[in-house]
């Protein structure tokens, strides 16, 4: 088709991961806010929208932005993951005792 880009040359995979995190936050917010509320229907919906927004994203960048190549990818993915199943996310690598300051073998 002429005159028509192809949505990598629109659209950065950087620009469509940074929209998706902006726009799962307050849709995530507001379903906590509705089911701290006992408005389950609200909530719901809330939740839905989120979870439109994280399939959209993963979508559009595998089929049309080759995350795979990009090393932030498994991160973001992993990242935008957390945000939407908390209860699933791995915990935080503890440090090792390097990192913590102790002294190994001591």
């Not at 929209?19 to 936050?25: D, S």
């Not at 307050?26 to 929208?49: K, Q, S």
């Not at 994203?57 to 498994?74: D, I």
Request: glycine share 4%; aromatic share 6%.
């Amino acid at each position: 088709m002429r005159g028509r880009k192809s949505v990598s040359k629109i659209l950065s995979y950087a620009n469509l991961t940074a929209h998706t995190e902006q726009t799962l936050r307050p849709h995530l917010a507001d379903a906590a806010v509705h089911r701290e509320a006992g408005h389950d229907t609200r909530a719901h919906e809330a939740w839905v929208c989120a979870c439109t927004v994280h399939r959209m994203w993963e979508g559009l960048a595998v089929q049309y932005l080759e995350p795979h190549r990009r090393k932030s990818f498994m991160a973001d993915f992993a990242r935008l993951d957390a945000l939407m199943y908390p209860e699933d996310a791995a915990p935080a690598p503890l440090p090792t005792s390097t990192e913590s300051g102790h002294a190994q073998g001591l």
